[in-house]
């Protein structure tokens, strides 16, 4: 049966109807599991290669995009795996420079004193397909934030293909409810599923999907090799949060944009930064590639001070880094010193309140900051 993406949330990596079996089963807590005679005998042998409720979180994650996902400890986890076992020395990738600061550091830190050439590039799509020429691997974040630009992933994916490259796409902030990347053209799409994939804010944990099952195998590999893997509890904590994407999803990307056209509004709102917004320089790509924009809006108030003074003044919503949660968050992103963003630029996740609360209380932490 074809069914639409909010069901498949709900039911996806659920074992079939069985007599008084649980409609959702518990997590499987196990260090060695029963493994009598050859070593493949079962499919659990030892916690660190598998776990019965990783296979269940996986399923649903890969049937969200009718691919196969590896579930890892955490977002930079996820990351590592997609890029280290992928380049080696006189390998060059291209990535992109205004997304989250954790590719960045992998590819100096990590790949460059491995002798990897790094190209970085701004997310536009011209920019990216000109770096093309010659890459081994390409890396992309769309919508990149904290400044929310955008690229063209079919397009992006072409040029990278004809390269001879591999595409990438760090999915994080639109979740596959938000944009499938793989059906674009994308080789891996990668996931903090820290924020919305969970959405609570309550756990660590990263994936990848790919339809390569070959590559999903040296993903596996290399999760056992170092040892980076999700505890059973938070794999069955995102399962159980799955079954809400939908419904968190449509409400966080609706009061995102609701926020982010009452912000343009406003005269001491210097700019606003939303994919939704016709004023965006991308918005017709991401209109054309994106179901849902997701939970984020950026915003600038003149000045590092009355930034803090709007987060301080606000009520509902908490001063806090990450995104995706139910609970609204916001932060002046520059505090960190890794992003190209204005002293007083807000980058702002819209949770699941109700609008007309949200809205109320934003205008009342500006105008009283
Ligand atoms: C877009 C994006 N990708 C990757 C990561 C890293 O994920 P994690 O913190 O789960 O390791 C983050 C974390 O903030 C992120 O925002």
Redesign the pocket.
Known sequence: MSVGPSTRAIHAGLPGAEQGAPLSPGPVFAAPYHLQGEKDAAPYGYGRDANPTWTAVEAALGALEDAESVLFS??????SAVLEPALGAGDVLVAVRD??P??RGIANDRLAPRGVQVRFVPTETEAIVAACDGATFVWV?TPA?PALNVCDVAAVADAAHAAGARLAV?N??ATPLGQRPLDLGADAV??????GLSGHSDL???AVTVRDPEWAAVLRKHRSQGGAIAGPFEAWLLHRSLATLGLRVERQSANAFALARFLRDRPDVLAVRHPGLEDHPQHAVAARQMRQYGPLVGFTLDGAERAQRFLAACELVAEA???GGVHSTAERRSRWGTDDVAEGFIRFSAGCEDADDLLADVERALQNC
Do not use: I, Q, R
């Open positions: 955490a977002g930079m986890a996820a990351m997304g989250y954790g590719v974040e934030n760090d994080t902030l990668m996931y903090s599923a820290t924020k660590v944990l990263g880094t990450s995104f």
